[in-house]
């Protein structure tokens, strides 16, 4: 509380949890919940590794970086 007042409680703040949105589903249930894909060959965002990381505060689960893409197609459906 470093303003002096509960911010949660003057503001409407939204949940932005996964779980809310139906199209995050089969890629949480993929297990893509914790990965960030790197899907740039030429070298850019090397260091994203160093921001991703830690774990994931809803989860608890570590956090990756993996190169490439996933091995199953993200927009088959």
């Known amino acids: 509380m470093a303003t002096g007042s509960y911010v ?8 932005l949890d996964n779980r809310v ?6 890629f949480e249930e993929r297990g893509y919940r914790n ?12 260091d994203i590794k160093y ?7 809803a989860s608890g689960i570590q956090l990756f970086v993996k190169e490439g893409s996933p091995k199953q197609p993200l927009l088959k459906d």
């Open 8 to 15: 949660t409680t003057m503001l409407p703040i939204p949940s």
């Open 21 to 26: 949105f139906d199209q995050a589903r089969k």
């Open 35 to 46: 990965v960030l894909f790197k899907l740039n060959n030429v070298g850019d965002y090397k």
């Open 51 to 57: 921001i991703w990381k830690g774990t994931n505060p």
